[in-house]
C-alpha cells in the first residue's frame, strides 16, 4: 500500500451510496378533522458501507415528511442490527402540513466495532405501522504495513473540541483546505488558552518514526496568520510521554517531522501557541513507521 495514500484521498467505501436515497409512504389515519395524513419516510443515503474503526462512523439523514393536509407531531425509532450502533434511538419532531412539504430530518450516525465481521446488516426506522429499512455494508479493514499512515480512522483525542467540529475531524484522510469547519479538520474549543493537545491512540504498539502535521493553510486563511506556530510531537510508551521532536515559529502548512524509530500507544501534539494566538487547528494528523 502507497505511504499515505490512504489518508490522502477520501475512503471510496463512504460515498459509494452517497445519492441513493430509500423513501417509503404509507397512509395513517388522521389525527385531526378531514381525512387522511400521510407521512413519508426516507433516508439519505439509501444504504451505507461502513468501514469499522473509531473515526469512522457513518451517517443517515432520516426523513420524516408530511404531505397529508393537517400538521401533527410524529415519532420515529431507530433500531440497528446487533453488533452496529446508533447515535440516537428516537426522532420526535412537529410535522408541519403540506402546501409545500417540508421535511424534518436528523442525522443519525452508525458505528461498528473493529472486530465486526464483514457483511450486511440493517438499520430499521419506524413510524407508526410504516418502515423503513437501511443495510448497512461492514466492510474489511484495510490492512496498515510500513508508511502507511497509522493514524487514518483511529481514535482520536483533544484538550477540547470547537462545536462546529469533531475530534475525528483530524484523522478522518480528507486534507480538503476548502471544507475546513463544515466536514473535516479539529478547531480546540478554548480561544487564547493554551497548550492545547490533540493526538491519536494506535490499536496496538507500534514503532513510528514520522508525523506530518498539517494546519489550516487556504486562500483566505493562511497557515502564516491561522496555522500551528509552536508544538512537541510526543509518544505514548509504557504509559509515559516523551516528546521525540519540537516545532518553533512554523508558518508552513505542512511540517514533516522524523526522529528515532520508537514504540508508541497514542501519539499527540502538544501545542504552545497558533501564528492567531487564538486557536488550535489541524487539519490532519498523520503517523508512520516501520
Not at 448497512?136 to 484538550?159: C, M, T, Y
Not at 473540541?161 to 478547531?187: I, L, M, R
Request: proline share 9%.
Amino acid at each position: 500500500m502507497p505511504k499515505r495514500r490512504i489518508a490522502r484521498t477520501a475512503p471510496p467505501f463512504l460515498v459509494l451510496c452517497a445519492t441513493v436515497v430509500a423513501t417509503l409512504a404509507v397512509s395513517a389515519p388522521a389525527n385531526g378533522a378531514g381525512g387522511r395524513t400521510e407521512i413519508t419516510l426516507s433516508a439519505e443515503p439509501g444504504e451505507l458501507d461502513l468501514i469499522p474503526l473509531p473515526c469512522f462512523p457513518s451517517t443517515i439523514q432520516a426523513t420524516m415528511t408530511n404531505t397529508g393536509p393537517e400538521p401533527r407531531f410524529a415519532d420515529m425509532t431507530l433500531t440497528a442490527e446487533e453488533p452496529l450502533s446508533l447515535s440516537r434511538d428516537i426522532f420526535s419532531s412537529y410535522l408541519p402540513a403540506t402546501n409545500p412539504d417540508q421535511p424534518v430530518s436528523a442525522t443519525v450516525e452508525v458505528r461498528a466495532d473493529r472486530d465486526t465481521p464483514p457483511g450486511t446488516y440493517d438499520v430499521l426506522l419506524e413510524q407508526g405501522r410504516q418502515r423503513l429499512s437501511v443495510p448497512v455494508h461492514v466492510r474489511q479493514i484495510p490492512p496498515k504495513g510500513p508508511g502507511d499512515n497509522l493514524a487514518w480512522g483511529e481514535e482520536a483525542f483533544a484538550s477540547s473540541t470547537h462545536g462546529n467540529f469533531s475530534v475525528c475531524g483530524g484523522v478522518d484522510g480528507n486534507t480538503n483546505q476548502a471544507q475546513w469547519d463544515t466536514h473535516t479538520g479539529w478547531n480546540d474549543g478554548t480561544p487564547a488558552v493554551f497548550p492545547d493537545t490533540y493526538g491519536v491512540r494506535l490499536p496496538e504498539e507500534r514503532h513510528v518514526d514520522e508525523v506530518e502535521t498539517l494546519t489550516l493553510d487556504s486562500a483566505s486563511y493562511p497557515a502564516s496568520r491561522f496555522g500551528l506556530r509552536d508544538w512537541d510531537v510526543q509518544v505514548l510508551d509504557d504509559g509515559q510521554w516523551q516528546t521525540v521532536a519540537e516545532v518553533r515559529g512554523n508558518t508552513s502548512g505542512l511540517v514533516t517531522t522524523r526522529f528515532e524509530p520508537t514504540t508508541a500507544e497514542a501519539v499527540r501534539l502538544l501545542i504552545h501557541n497558533s501564528n492567531d494566538a487564538r486557536y488550535s487547528r489541524v487539519m490532519e494528523l498523520e503517523v508512520s513507521g516501520g
